[in-house]
């Protein structure tokens, strides 16, 4: 979806006529399935031996980057996690050039050389996906601060996991952002589990809603499988921030269906908890809502089909891509000066 636009009819003279709702939930839906589609075929490309190194998937997270997403602007600043692939392209940015970093390919993100975990798009505000657990929520909360500097009215939206919740960055993040009242939302995907363990079984107290109302950054929670609740969550509380009311949380659960990365089978998990989560596909509700609105089987039919094609034609491009030379090997290394100085 366009970020700073009005969400586009999707072209004909029936569907040209449909109300703004329903154009806006038809972009949400297109959004999703492109998410979906990308991180099939990355683990398809996996699988097949064409990437270095596994990666993290959103399989059924995508309500949540797709719900965030639609209310912000090009300009606003956006920091993720180690499961960005969703973040990423609700944010805008390409997946071609996602698929290149991801396969270690000359082209990519990062030239090939920083892989899953760092994509970043500043051209779109995509400051990034981190390895580190809670390594975002400190970037954002410093881009909040430049963006107050600045006197901008763009804002940062920091998501980051369950498991970030009870590390470090969240209690610094959370108290810098509340003292200095910063322009950001920080946005918990909390699927419940960090890395293989159970979030309840490690986060004690009431939860993360609540340990960020104590630092004073009121906090919402939603259904993050109902793309439409978020969307609307979002909407509001983007308002808010951007109208300087300060930080804000919106702690939604979800769900990711598979393991912890590409080569996790997750047989620690049991089969009918995976099966309940998928009844609650966020994309499979979407499309009943479309459909309730007069969208048919066959116009979702073709998004989905567009989207695994365009994350096919983007995985054969990069497969034939070429690898960077080893001259570009040094470059973007910081330079201390302690080899070869006086």
Known sequence: MAKGKAPRATGGSGKAQRGDNTRRLTDLYRTMVRIRAFEEAALAAHKAGEMPGPLHVSLGQEGVAAGVCASLRKDDRLTSNHRGHGHAIAKGADPRRMFLELLGRDGGYCRGKGGSMHIADFSVGMLGANGVVGGGIPIAVGAAQGLKLLKSDAIAVCMFGDGAANRGPFLEGLNWAALYRLPVLFVCEDNGVAA?????????????????ASLGVPSTKVDGNDVVAVDEMVSGLAREVRSGGGPRLLHARTYRWTGHTSTDAAAWRDPKEVEAAKARCPIARLASTLAAQGVGAGELDAMRSAAEREMMEARVAARSAPFPGLEVAFDDVQDSGAVGGA
Do not use: K, Y
């Open 196 to 212: 293989f363990t159970a979030a309840e079984s490690v986060t004690a107290g009431p939860g993360i809603s609540e340990r960020a």
